[in-house]
């Protein structure tokens, strides 16, 4: 038998096709009542869990919001899954067959007979009369089917009882606390609302928001009203760490109902809720604010330009110049501030220059003195002005050395003819450079007198030789005297230039007789301390022939 597409089959007014419609009608009427009757089941199961998690945590804007998406999701999944997918347009011979499966005895009867009713869809070959026969025939049973027997198999009885379940304890809980219902639509409907649940205890946090400063101590108040418990709870809660609880108790007799807590120093922003009873007050946030920060710092360094040293940039505050060098301060902050100054302990505050953003600031001083400092600012938090020290830094200030001397030649004191030269030889070195060079000296510890030697050359270092004709030079010399002297040499530096001395050497000028005894005593001395080693050599010598001779 050819088949017809069922789509195409028009509707009639048949009995045929208006008893198929009535059993596609109790049947999608039957699935809606099931399929509504899962979604208030559901919905009221949400509505009490959405309640027990708001009201038992009291959650943020956020979890509300998401938990309202969250719901949503789930009632759209059972409405598709219990009712939707299963709905289907009225359609004569999916309608047949549904029947058909539900009274197997009627043989395909009802289903040939729906298909026939168009007979121009079908060829000549095949008998009218015969089309006509069984559409009597299907005819015939449809007048005496029983429909409920397909529309009875959509159960309606777990759907209903869950249903009837859910509506008992929503209205029970609805004449019980029926306000309760009322705020979490609110809070559901509008996830940022701070409409709180009622309860007994009424909460009032006095101290509200705050805006703080890093490290200071804080205070909060609440005040409960109603039903007032001597005991209570403060939340904490960190960023997204849990809640911690403090417990608290209102004990003055003066302020009944108040509770107070003290944080000794707060250094990081914060939410804070109070509990007492059946009550929650709201969350409020104390916000730490930082002082304003260095985030760089540079110092530029004019060196003293005797020392030669070429002027440069370094990015710390801990300092170590040489003294006099010139240091400009070159600063910048994480934060506008209102004023700067340079701190430096035992000297007078020097007030840094601001940009227009006030964020940054530069200051310059001569570095003439060791000691630490500060960098001091001004801000602003809401109505009240800080004054940062800031941290503590360093300034080591390297004074310029006097030079170092060496006098190297007269080795050490002797007796002279007033014929003399005296050969000079010393060792000079300075941090910088050397300055100039003279002889000090005085006769018989007389008046100090000076010869001078010149500058030097500009080095750090230098060995020189002077032979000194001390008598033509000073031609008041006579036998007798004593000449003491000594070399000094001074730096470059400006001002006061530094200087420093040899060790003196004393001369005691005589006749050329005495000297010449001078001179043959040191001899004969040098000659006693140089034969204890000859004799010493003498019998090493010996004891290393014998040692030799001994030998195969």
């Not at 009757?37 to 943020?60: H, K, N, Q, T």
């Not at 649940?197 to 946090?205: A, M, R």
């Not at 946030?285 to 440069?312: E, L």
């Amino acid at each position: 038998m050819k088949t017809n597409n069922t789509t195409n089959v028009p509707l009639t007014d048949g009995i045929i096709h208006a008893r198929l419609r009535q059993v596609w009608t109790m049947y999608t009427t039957r699935l809606c009542t099931r399929g509504l009757g899962w979604l208030v089941a559901v919905f009221v199961s949400i509505v009490f869990i959405d309640l027990a998690l708001d009201w038992g945590c009291d959650l943020s804007g956020f979890w509300r919001l998401l938990l309202l998406l969250l719901n949503l999701v789930c009632l759209g999944w059972v409405a598709h899954r219990s009712l939707i997918r299963l709905l289907q347009r009225f359609d004569p011979v999916a309608e047949a067959l549904r029947v058909e499966r539900g009274q197997p005895d009627l043989n395909g009867v009802l289903v040939s007979g729906v298909q026939f009713h168009d007979e121009s869809m079908y060829g000549s070959q095949i008998s009218r009369e015969l089309m006509q026969a069984v559409r009597q025939q299907a005819e015939a049973k449809a007048k005496t089917l029983d429909l409920s027997v397909v529309a009875r198999r959509v159960a309606l009885r777990t759907a209903m009882i869950c249903a009837a379940v859910a509506l008992l304890l929503l209205v029970g809980f609805g004449r019980w606390r029926g306000e309760y219902f009322v705020v979490l639509a609110e809070r559901m409907l509008n996830p940022f609302s701070q409409t709180a649940y009622p309860t007994f205890t009424k909460l009032e946090v006095l101290s509200g928001d705050l805006m703080v400063r890093s490290g200071e101590p804080v205070t909060v108040r609440a005040r409960a009203t109603g039903v007032i418990p001597r005991t209570g709870q403060l939340g904490v809660r960190y960023g997204l760490v849990g809640w911690e609880f403090v417990p608290l108790d209102s004990i003055d007799p003066a302020r009944p109902g108040e509770f107070t807590y003290t944080f000794t120093r707060v250094r990081d922003t914060l939410d804070y809720q109070f509990r007492a009873g059946d009550g929650r007050s709201r969350q409020h946030q104390i916000k730490v604010v930082h002082p304003p920060r260095i985030d760089s710092g540079r110092v530029q360094i004019a060196y003293p330009a005797y020392t030669k040293m070429a002027a440069q940039e370094v990015d710390t505050l801990n300092l170590k110049v040489p003294e006099g060098s010139q240091l400009i301060w070159r600063l910048k902050f994480n934060e506008k501030v209102l004023g700067a100054d340079l701190l430096m302990d035992g000297a007078d505050p020097v007030a840094l220059q601001l940009s227009e953003n006030g964020r940054e600031a530069s200051a310059s001083m001569a570095a003439l003195a060791s000691r630490s400092y500060q960098i001091g600012f001004k801000w602003r938090l809401g109505s009240r002005d800080y004054n940062e020290p800031g941290a503590r830094y360093y300034l080591q200030v390297i004074p310029d050395s006097n030079p170092q001397i060496s006098l190297l030649q007269p080795s050490e004191d002797g007796k002279a003819t007033l014929k003399k030269v005296i050969n000079l030889a010393y060792s000079a070195r300075d941090d910088y450079s050397l300055g100039k060079a003279a002889i000090v000296f005085s006769v018989n510890d007389g008046a100090e007198l000076r010869h001078e030697l010149g500058a030097i050359a500009d080095t750090t270092h230098t060995e020189a030789n002077y032979n000194w004709p001390v008598t033509e030079k000073f031609p008041g010399l006579k036998e007798g005297d004593l000449l003491t002297f000594a070399v000094e040499v001074t730096d470059k530096r400006p001002g006061e230039v530094g200087k420093n001395r040899s060790l003196s050497r004393r001369i005691q000028f005589v006749s050329e007789k005495n000297y010449l005894e001078y001179i043959l005593s040191r001899q004969r001395k040098n000659l006693g301390q140089l034969r204890p080693i000859y004799l010493q050599q003498k019998d090493s010598g010996n004891e290393l022939s014998k040692f030799k001779g001994e030998k195969p």
